[in-house]
């Protein structure tokens, strides 16, 4: 597999969201809107990056026994470094996202990409893993938040999109787009229609007719 498709394998065929059902807890609580979710998914996706690249780089000096301990201690000084900045340069947003910052050390992505990637690739190889990766979890952070916002709000990162009764418009906002339920069900959604989506051409060609005679009388024949 060339660094291309470690790329784009988790966008197309293995999100981590959407087929690995990880990382939800983040994409349920901080989507309501999409500034937070955006400021979200880069912290997780530059956390992801650098924890890929220093366990790979270390991988052969970490102790077998106490690697896992090792990993969530690289990938917690990743978090605290994350976290700072935004209270350096977002404050507010830090303010929002404070809890969940934190609980990257946790993020199944990040932990399962340093154990089951990292630990056994290259560093060229963990820091394309993590990019794929990072961006996946990131395009389903972001399509959840927006459909929550423009739906439960009529804007987009604060700007209005769709002209609400209170401002003197047509749209009426459905509040419950604001609440986590609406993003399980989004994210349910996304799921299953990633699923069939997948699934579809492996039943087309099982549903194909049989071969042409022509086919049947050439195999014959090279029998």
Same mark, same amino acid.
């Given at each position: 597999?060339?660094?291309?498709? /470690?790329?784009?394998?988790? %966008? ?25 979710? &955006? ?49 350096? /340069? ?20 990040? &932990? ?36 929550? +916002? ?11 999109? %769709? ?11 459905? +509040?419950?787009?604001? /609440? ?39 195999? +014959?024949?090279?029998?």
């Amino acid at each position: 597999m060339n660094y291309r498709q /470690y790329v784009t394998r988790p %966008l197309l065929q293995d999100n981590p969201v959407t087929v690995q059902v990880l990382g939800l807890c983040s994409a349920l609580a901080v989507s309501s809107s999409l500034r937070p979710a &955006l400021i979200m998914a880069a912290s997780v996706f530059c956390v992801l990056v650098f924890s890929n690249l220093a366990v790979s780089l270390l991988r052969g000096l970490l102790p077998r026994s106490i690697r896992l301990i090792l990993e969530m201690t690289i990938i917690a000084s990743a978090v605290i470094v994350v976290d700072e900045t935004l209270k350096a /340069y977002a404050p507010d947003i830090s303010q929002v996202l404070s809890v969940f910052v934190g609980l990257i050390i946790t993020n199944c992505i990040v &932990l399962g990409r340093t154990e089951a990637f990292a630990m056994r690739h290259g560093p060229l190889e963990s820091v394309a893993d993590a990019v794929g990766n990072g961006a996946a979890y990131a395009s389903i952070l972001l399509l959840v938040a927006a459909i929550r +916002e423009l739906l439960g709000a009529g804007t987009l990162l604060d700007i209005p999109i %769709l002209p609400t009764r209170a401002s003197g418009g047509w749209y009426w906002p459905n +509040e419950m787009m604001l /609440y986590a339920p609406s993003a399980f069900f989004i994210i349910g959604l996304l799921i299953w229609g990633i699923a069939a989506w997948q699934r579809y051409p492996r039943r087309s060609l099982q549903s194909e007719p049989n071969p042409r005679p022509g086919h049947l009388k050439y195999q +014959e024949t090279a029998g």
